[in-house]
């Protein structure tokens, strides 16, 4: 096997092995970029090493340094050589990009001898040792794992002694008498002395940047974007060129389109005489490209030439990392660049314009989960005009966000886990703040630019963010912060905008936003070419109208239990259920009836005449009861009832399995007359609809849980008698579809008998799921994340379909179906609806639509379009 490429060997084809930083380099060297020279170390060897016991194989060690020769060669610099010494940078980099996770080594090859060389070159001995000592400080807190605080303090200590204020002030011979004192402290705190000799240096930081590939925060960011712990990372060995050589070198990061916001202009920062991670690392504010126009006009136009040219080359908005030496550009680094949801589509949408790409990979670069936080709320205008701007930070990741302040990532996890909106405040995110990050409404950073960390792990992860935010005084250790004109305390509510950068004290209403320009465009792309139609999850007018402005083409569930649950209505429920005989029973239900039917009034004249589904009651009685004492008496009161008599139906009704129990079809075999109400209540609102506006309303009635086809025969019975004398008595024809859930394994066993009742089906995924795996889905929290952990299996089967159990079920119900009743309509509910893995597989088994949350409607759209692709 190959496990070394010099850039010259590789492509951007061969990320698996080379990594993307690794491929990417290659690819840029093929095509003539100004790359420094190197080579790669696959991520292949890394998983050698893990598989050897975590070390390197004789046979690899020699190619490096093989290899190291021929870089040697084509610079004309010597490793560890005092006159023209080579310096190299170490750098990992995995097949998936994971920004800041990993390890990277910067001017490895710097010892007593090349130090000299590096002096004498650059005509600049401060500058050599201050490079020197920075990198014992680096290698020891990467390699050696030794705190930067114990060299930190020995810094102070010179700069104390001597009298000095700043860094920049050290004498040559200050830095010599440090850089003696870090390897006496790397020597008592390691036992072994800093390794001068560079080929030692070399392999002891390619075995950490392997290691890196498991350290903690690494398999977090993994564990967080699903990317699996087997892949390894490569490590590229790289020429130094060095930012840092004055005001004619610099460096810095440059997307090729705005990521917030796709605009066509080049957007990112530098700064001048600095090096490597000076820019990400938000310690200095650095420039706006734009102004690189002023300071290094012809480095700008090679930037601008080339960086048109990568974006060309890749097809796709580019986010590069480059660096200046001496007025010479380089470029270290290109990768397609993360955006944001608004960004994403504006660029696809763009592309397809400049005839860059077709309509179809448009609609595959949108990632379907993203465009949710595109339909959720901004902040109301009329509000936010009342609300009182305490700080301005910047714009780095859209949305609007309103929570209680916390400083710590623990405590915003701990937060979150109390049910509360919190906000990550901090001076600047580091990787470690991840899960703060995702477990926060927004986050605010004092420090950093548009590409701290901050700022782009909340881009990427569809996070509102202000970043820089000057003004914020972080006390954390006073559990607050100040800003020119306010205090907030730990717990208080902020609200923070994305979109402008501007900080809020309090707590601040949001609004809906409209889906319009580019997203309108994208989406009639996508329903130009998919297949199956989207409907919505709804019980009510005001999620109807959502869903309908979102594109739904009707009304795949519509519960109606939920109907239930309002005050005035409960009461009549709560007399239906403890009624000991038929006729009170009757009595309390023809209280609900009205409720009913204007509840679908209302929905029938938001969906006109797109098709609307309705499932009859299902969940177990007892749910509609209370369960203290204390709640039973007061009902027994309001009811008046006795507290014995009641409290001995409610023990009645509690059930070992409720999700088992007496529930959906069930309830209906055992009490038709709940069934017969709701069927007049839809058939009654149906007819006054038609009537009053004309709309042709062809209502779908929904049994639910049915397990054998005599169930769905006798209560198919029951509605049609039920809807056929409404449509009698009211003088009215009309066509209605009589339909059954397929929720229980049986049924989708047996649903050629069933089918030829029924006259549609639809996929009832959470109890198929639940029923198929056996597992609750109100228990299974406590052992799924566990399941995942040990790969019993890749995902959730509650977030996406278990293709090879429940899939298989829907297979054989959608053909036994299909068979008895060729022109039977199936469709899916439920939460896999909206859920773009699932809806790939309900495309390519042939269902005619889902249907999901009206949030998730448009995600559907997109998923259902990209699984035709
Ligand atoms: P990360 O994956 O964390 O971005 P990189 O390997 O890209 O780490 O290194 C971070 C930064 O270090 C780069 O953006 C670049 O500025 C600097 N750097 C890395 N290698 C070199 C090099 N050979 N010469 C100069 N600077 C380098
Ligand atoms: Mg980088
Ligand atoms: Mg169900």
Redesign the pocket.
Known sequence: KKYLYAFEEGSKELKKILGG?GANLAEMKKIGLPV?N?YTITAEACIKYYDDGEKIDEKLIKGIFERLKELEGKTGKIFGDNKNPL???V???AAI????????I?NLGLNDNSVIGVSELTNNPRFAYDSYRRFIQMFSDVVLNISKHKFDSILDSVKERENLSSDPELSVDNLKEIIEKYKKLVKKETKIDFPVDPNKQLIMAIESVFESWNNSRAIIYRNINEIPHDMGTAV?I??????NMGDTSG???AFTRNPATGENKFFGEFLLNA??????AGIRTPKEINELENVLPEVYNDFSTISRKLEKHYRDMQDI???I?RGKL?F??TRTAKRTANAAINIAVDMVEEGMITKEEAILRINPDQIEQLLHPTFDDAALKESQIIAKGLPASPGAATGKVYFTSEDVVEAKARGEKAILVRVETSPEDIEGMVSGEGILTARGGMTSHAAVVARGMGKCCVAGCGDVRVETYNSLFKTANAVVNEGEYISIDGNTGNVYKGEIKTKEVAMSGNFGTLMSWADDIRRLNIRTNADNERDSKTAIKFGAEGIGLCRTEHMFFNEERIFAVRQMIVSTTIEQRKIALKKLLPYQKDDFVSIFNVMKELPVTIRLLDPPLHEFLPSEDEDIKNLALELGMEFNNLKSIVNELREFNPMLGHRGVRLAVTYPEIYEMQVKAIMLAAVEVKKKNGYDIKPEIMVPLVGFNKEFTIIKKLIRETADEILKEENMEMTYKIGTMIEVPRAALTADEIAKEAEFFSFGTNDLTQMTLGFSRDDSGKFIPEYKKKEIFESDPFETIDQDGVGQLIKIAFEKGKKVRPDIKIGICGEHGGEPKSIEFCDKVGLKYVSCSPYRVPVARLAAAQATI
């Open positions: 930083k420094p190197g310096l190299v940078s750098r990992s980099g990009s994971m920004p800041g996770m990993m390890d990277t910067l590229n790289q020429e130094m060129v060095f930012g460096t810095g990061v090096q490597g991670e000076d820019v990400v990392e480059f660096t030496e380089y270290l680094q």
